[in-house]
């Protein structure tokens, strides 16, 4: 009943420079990411309300060609995991995966940490049962969830002995891409004003 998340987000996607000309320049869509290792399964990701993990992310990985691109969503019918109730939703899903690897005779995906940081990055397991919970829906009710909603912990201790993680964030997986109400570029703050 309270899955519907009643309202929009900010969501940053870092990427390479020639993408956000393509998106923002062009009007064309963001493309699903459909990897492995994808934590929230398929479809386009975003840190919500966090620019700047998404222009590190970027910058990290596509160095002087980094952009991001904001979009407003609207997460519709969302998978939120920072909610406790979808812990058996993802039980379930597990419980659905695992029957289906032994019936045909294949090992449970694992997650794997990264070859850079200790960080578990490689989510093999996690996209396996987010996706395996989709295709449940989508068999059982004809429809799935519109996104996915959930916290990462990444990095060090922001202090020593502490619990809070500097590179922790809120990621967004958005599968129904009409949930991208648009896309913008985002802007410099004016030094001249407080930002409200």
Same mark, same amino acid.
């Given at each position: 009943?309270?899955?519907?998340?009643?309202?929009?987000?900010?969501?940053?996607?870092?990427?390479?420079?020639?993408?956000?000309?393509?998106?923002?320049?062009?009007?064309?869509?963001?493309?699903?990411?459909?990897?492995?290792?994808?934590?929230?399964?398929?479809?386009?990701?975003?840190?919500?309300?966090?620019?700047?993990?998404?222009?590190?992310?970027?910058?990290?990985?596509?160095?002087? /060609?980094? $952009? *991001? !691109?904001?979009?407003?969503? =609207?997460?519709?019918?969302?998978?939120?995991? &920072? %909610?406790?109730? #979808?812990?058996?939703?993802?039980?379930?899903?597990?419980?659905?995966?695992?029957?289906?690897?032994?019936?045909?005779?294949?090992?449970?995906?694992?997650?794997?940490?990264?070859?850079?940081?200790?960080?578990?990055?490689?989510?093999?397991? /996690?996209? $396996? *049962? !987010?996706?395996?919970?989709? =295709?449940?829906?989508?068999?059982?009710?004809? &429809? %799935?969830?519109? #996104?996915?909603?959930?916290?990462?912990?990444?990095?060090?201790?922001?202090?020593?002995?502490?619990?809070?993680?500097?590179?922790?964030?809120?990621?967004?997986?958005?599968?129904?891409?009409?949930?991208?109400?648009?896309?913008?570029?985002?802007?410099?703050?004016?030094?001249?004003?407080?930002?409200?």
């Amino acid at each position: 009943m309270y899955r519907k998340l009643p309202n929009l987000v900010i969501g940053f996607h870092g990427c390479e420079y020639k993408t956000f000309q393509k998106v923002i320049v062009d009007g064309q869509p963001l493309k699903a990411s459909s990897n492995e290792y994808d934590w929230l399964g398929n479809g386009i990701y975003f840190w919500e309300q966090n620019y700047q993990r998404a222009y590190e992310w970027a910058r990290n990985r596509y160095k002087d /060609d980094a $952009a *991001v !691109i904001g979009a407003v969503i =609207d997460l519709g019918y969302c998978l939120n995991l &920072t %909610d406790s109730a #979808s812990a058996s939703i993802l039980k379930q899903g597990y419980e659905l995966l695992k029957i289906r690897c032994e019936i045909v005779g294949n090992e449970l995906p694992k997650n794997r940490p990264s070859s850079k940081t200790k960080d578990v990055l490689l989510r093999d397991l /996690d996209c $396996a *049962v !987010i996706q395996q919970i989709h =295709d449940f829906r989508k068999t059982k009710f004809g &429809t %799935d969830f519109d #996104s996915v909603r959930g916290v990462f912990t990444e990095g060090e201790a922001v202090y020593p002995g502490g619990q809070f993680l500097e590179k922790t964030h809120i990621q967004l997986c958005v599968c129904n891409p009409n949930c991208i109400k648009g896309y913008f570029a985002p802007m410099v703050p004016d030094e001249g004003f407080p930002i409200p």
